[in-house]
């Protein structure tokens, strides 16, 4: 069964990855508003129920196990659905596990250092799954669409010529495979929006009052440049999907439907990794052997030794009385003429 269900997720994911080399044309080869032939909502949530079901499970043996570490790098347009991926997805996980930072403007001390340093400091640790709400490829983004933010990095003359862009691209590309050569698994998504919903997201935070809040005019005018933003996307999805940091590109028209796709991307890539919870040594459950027969000797008159020993059996009763009858029924229905 675990097996059938990572080939479903495998094959649910497999459109959505950018293949390395691919060159990416947005929109034309991604549609924001893809739902995978789900036809209503209600199916769409009952799948990610279930996705998060199982991202509770792995992220568990994840942090049990200690050895392999998850960082998640979010992308999208203003209105893209970033802060609402975050809180569904990761809704029944443990919050101990799991570290979410987000990067805004950088600060002088982040400026006096290189490019990737302020997101070096914010990796997770083994165990755990970081979250990036905006990632490092904003120095390839923001900072290409704004080129005047290349000039306040106080980079060396030699280093803000042509080839900039390109050279970013490696060094991303390589500092990635450094980190998952170290046991960092990348999962990177890019909320796919097209402009016609962002203009009415952005409608919807202006006539709500309660979202006002969310909304700059700085996000309009950042909308005029959308254009340049598809091309820097674009260009970014070809040059840095890579066999061991592989971009997807979630089509994020449709919340729940992006929330779905992420679940089963960061599904999938738990389980690839399949993290283990850790054996003990026979000397281990010996002990833990000596401990179990003290704290049953303890229970009070009338009461189970071990409740929940005695409550696992009993549930093992009850399904193989229920499949007995099922059978017996089957069997019934058969012979009736």
Request: hydrophobic share 35%.
């Amino acid at each position: 069964m675990a097996d059938e269900r990572a080939e479903r997720i495998a094959e649910f994911v497999s459109p959505l990855r950018v293949g390395p080399g691919t060159e990416v044309r947005l929109p034309e080869d991604f549609d924001p508003a893809h739902k995978a032939g789900i036809s209503k909502k209600k199916d769409g949530v009952e799948l990610l129920r279930s996705g998060i079901e199982l991202l509770a499970d792995y992220q568990r043996r994840l942090a049990a196990q200690d050895v392999y570490g998850v960082l998640v790098c979010l992308q999208a347009l203003d209105a893209g659905g970033k802060d609402g991926t975050i809180r569904h997805v990761m809704s029944g996980v443990n919050p101990q596990g799991v570290r979410v930072a987000g990067f805004k403007v950088p600060s002088q001390e982040e400026l006096d250092h290189d490019y990737l340093w302020r997101y070096s400091r914010e990796l997770p640790r083994r165990g755990e799954i970081g979250i990036f709400n905006r990632s490092h490829y904003e120095e390839v983004l923001v900072v290409r669409v704004h080129p005047e933010n290349l000039r306040r990095q106080k980079l060396p003359l030699a280093a803000r010529g042509p080839d900039v862009w390109e050279r970013r691209y490696r060094e991303i590309n390589d500092w990635e495979r450094y980190l998952t050569d170290n046991g960092f698994r990348i999962v990177k998504l890019f909320l796919n929006l097209s402009k016609e919903e962002q203009r009415v997201r952005f409608l919807k935070r202006i006539d709500v009052p309660e979202r006002n809040w969310k909304f700059s005019p700085a996000d309009v005018r950042e909308r005029a440049r959308w254009d340049d933003y598809q091309r820097a996307f674009s260009q970014m999805l070809s040059a840095t999907s890579t066999e061991w940091a592989p971009w997807y590109v979630i089509p994020a028209d449709r919340k729940w439907f992006a929330r779905l796709c992420a679940a089963a991307v960061l599904a999938h890539t738990l389980i690839d990794i399949d993290p283990q919870y850790p054996q003990v040594s026979d000397q281990t459950r010996h002990e833990l052997a000596e401990v179990r027969r003290d704290l049953e000797r303890e229970a009070p008159e009338g009461a189970p030794a071990d409740p929940y020993a005695a409550s696992v059996a009993e549930s093992a009763k009850e399904k193989k009385s229920k499949k007995s009858k099922n059978k017996k029924n089957k069997k019934n229905k058969k012979n009736k003429p």
